[in-house]
Nanobody, 130 residues
Framework: DVPLVESGGGSVQTGGSLRLSCVAA????????MAWFRQSPGKDREGVAA???????SYSNSVKGRFTISQDNNKNTLYLQMNNLKPEDTAMYYC????????????????????????WGAGTLVTVSS
């Protein structure tokens, strides 16, 4: 089975909102960390936001205050609420999960290298037009 399946991407104008969802199969749902990454053409993949099993969160500076990561453990679903979208948010967004802590002091390794992320989804495309 596919461990992580994203949905919710689409095309919006600057200032618009989208909510991404990621449904986790059982083997991925028990992960300590779940996170969102994104990659634009010609750019390296970057971590956007992460949440630990105890509910702590971390965000990249570029999305802090605009994006909110959350999870519904009963539905094995991870969310990313994206508000005030900008053209530079255009990217393929990926859900990831791993058995590592990933917020606070651990965030930099996750954000920059995807360290410890064992499961990955296929991605959902977000396009923001000016």
């Amino acid at each position: 089975d596919v461990p992580l399946v994203e949905s919710g991407g689409g095309s919006v104008q600057t200032g618009g909102s989208l909510r991404l969802s990621c449904v986790a199969a059982e083997r991925a749902a028990s992960s300590i960390c779940m996170a969102w990454f994104r990659q634009s053409p010609g750019k390296d993949r970057e971590g956007v936001a992460a949440i630990d099993s105890d509910g702590d969160t971390s965000y990249s500076n570029s999305v802090k205050g605009r994006f909110t990561i959350s999870q519904d453990n009963n539905k094995n679903t991870l969310y990313l609420q994206m508000n005030n979208l900008k053209p530079e948010d255009t990217a393929m967004y990926y859900c990831a999960a791993g058995m590592v802590y990933c917020t606070g002091g651990y965030w930099a390794d996750i954000r920059d290298d995807g360290y410890g992320m064992r499961y990955w989804g296929a991605g959902t495309l977000v396009t923001v037009s000016s």
